[in-house]
């Protein structure tokens, strides 16, 4: 395979877009009511130093529904002399169920033995998911963040290999676009990954930050089916500092920035397909304040903003 040209991709992707229509059985179908559920990223109150267990508790008491933890957080339970038996049983005793989880596999990456032992590491974190009663995990281009030539055909069929791991184990990897990166920065390059793919399990895992961050317009979620996305990571953004400069730990409360979230989010629910939306920021500042103040208040903030896109 050779490289695509940045021309060649979006003119290639732009040809295929809609054919994301993927198909994913056994997906309760949303109305018109309610075609969102809340879910907690635990990035969000990292900096209190909770640790798991007591962020889950905080997220079933204050009212979301999902939650969404790091590798290394159930990684960090685990060596510390925690069984994911008990571990299932907490998430489900707070009324809340796992709907993504934050992975950095380095799936992506062009040497074959360091992607190989990848896969491995990922086939184990889709275990401990799929042991927790999950069913979807990130994929972020995670050890290509710096590539700028990277093959998005080879990176597609990277995806693919991917996807018949969890196929195989009942996980469902979402490839994440990270607009700091240098490869899958964009929605576009994202989608066409999951396009080229060519699996029926292909999906993408959008973020209001990082879409901006990478240069991309929010129209192109447009061009994506519904069950092309499973979560979506919902936060904003200031206007400052600008885009060339903006970095992870300046997203706010959705609806505090100058993001289009509610247009964002009225798009998703024109699809008519069931969507997690996953509180996901850094801000310090907010890893300054008491946590649960910042649980109720994330939690507020996004259904206010969906209200809106449903109004």
């Known amino acids: 395979m050779t490289p695509l040209t940045r021309r060649q991709l979006f003119t290639t992707a732009a040809a295929t877009a809609t054919a ?10 949303a109305t018109a009511a309610a ?8 990035s969000t109150i990292r900096g209190q130093k909770l640790g798991l267990l007591q962020e889950i508790v905080l997220a079933g008491k204050v009212g979301y529904t999902g939650i969404e933890p790091w590798i290394r957080e159930i990684d960090q ?23 993504s989880a934050i992975g950095f596999a380095q799936w992506i990456v062009d040497d074959d033995k360091q992607r190989a032992a990848a896969l491995e590491t990922a086939r184990r974190d889709m275990d401990t998911i799929r042991q927790l009663g999950g069913k979807r995990i990130a994929a972020p281009p995670a050890g290509a963040t710096r ?38 920065s964009r929605l576009g ?8 793919s060519g699996h029926p399990n292909a999906c993408v895992l959008p973020d209001i930050y990082h879409i901006y961050k990478g240069g991309s317009d929010f129209t192109g979620l447009d061009l994506l ?30 609806g505090d920035g100058v993001a289009p979230v509610a247009a964002v989010l009225k798009q998703i629910a024109a699809k008519r397909h069931p969507v997690a939306l996953s509180l996901e920021l850094f801000n310090r500042t907010y890893w300054a304040q008491d946590a649960e103040t910042v649980c109720r208040t994330g939690l507020r903030k996004m ?3 969906a209200a809106r896109a449903l109004s």
């Open 225 to 254: 089916s519904g069950p092309s996305i499973h979560c979506f990571h919902v936060n904003d953004y200031p206007d400052k500092p600008p885009r060339e400069t903006i970095t992870d730990a300046d997203r706010v409360y959705p």
């Open 35 to 42: 075609p969102f559920r809340f879910c907690l990223n635990t």
């Open 77 to 99: 339970y685990r060596r510390e002399g925690g069984s994911l038996k008990d571990l299932r049983k907490r998430i489900q005793d707070a009324g809340l169920q796992v709907e």
């Open 147 to 184: 590539q700028k030539n990277l093959d998005l055909l080879a990176a597609a069929s990277r995806y693919r290999a991917l996807l018949e791991i969890g196929n195989r184990i009942g996980v469902t990897p979402q490839v994440e676009v990270w607009g700091f990166s240098q490869s899958l």
């Open 20 to 29: 994301t229509a993927v198909s994913h059985a056994g997906t309760p179908r």
């Open 303 to 305: 259904k206010e903003v």
């Open 189 to 196: 390059e994202t989608a066409f990954v999951a396009i080229e």
